[in-house]
């Protein structure tokens, strides 16, 4: 109402913006240099643009510590909560912005090496049985949205000042260990 009553124009979106094929997961698989990018789990009335999640692929494998430390840098935390290592090379990944534990087995039928999602539960981590390495973070797989949006905006409003705020959003704080 605040926002309405200064004549500020607000652009409210969430699931629509995850189950697009232009959306918050295509954006993190771009930054994690994935390839041959495809939706994860596609919507049955437009499967080649709508849908959860990606899947994607890295130019060569890697071990899963490179993966790891791949993933922390990309999305600028100091740690992540991940499942045992599966002692597998990642080439093959599977992806979803947000919460998408649902999601996990069509990671696995899209026989990835690894899940990167949000909200994993403590039992969820025991699911794969070793097969999938999973790696959880809800705020770093959402984070580039804004630049997603941004982008946007600049390029149908060129005339239009879109900027990105500075305000860090993220509720959950880590401490590491010395």
């Known amino acids: 109402m605040k926002a309405v009553k200064h004549d500020i124009t607000m652009i409210s979106m969430h699931t629509n913006l995850d189950n697009s094929y232009l959306g918050v997961s295509r954006v993190l698989a771009e930054k994690l240099g994935l390839k041959n990018l495809h ?29 790891l430390n791949l993933v922390a840098k990309t999305i600028g935390s100091p740690c992540l909560r991940h499942s045992a290592l599966t002692g597998r090379k990642i080439q093959k990944v599977a ?3 947000g919460a998408g534990v649902p ?6 039928k899209n026989h990835a090496d690894a899940y990167l999602t949000a909200d994993i539960k ?8 070793g ?3 999973l790696v ?24 239009f000042a879109a900027e990105i705020a500075e305000t860090r959003t993220n509720a959950v704080h880590y401490f590491v260990r010395n």
């Open 39 to 67: 939706i994860l789990q596609p919507s049955e009335c437009s499967p080649e643009f709508c849908g959860a999640g990606m899947v994607g692929e890295f130019e060569k494998p890697m071990d899963e510590l490179e993966f």
């Open 95 to 97: 992806l979803c912005g």
């Open 103 to 108: 999601f996990m087995a069509d990671a696995m």
């Open 122 to 129: 403590y039992h969820d981590f025991f699911v794969p049985e």
């Open 131 to 133: 097969n999938i390495l």
């Open 136 to 159: 959880d973070g809800h705020f770093e797989t959402e984070q580039f949205t804004k630049e997603l949006l941004c982008d946007l905006i600049r390029k149908k409003f060129p005339k």
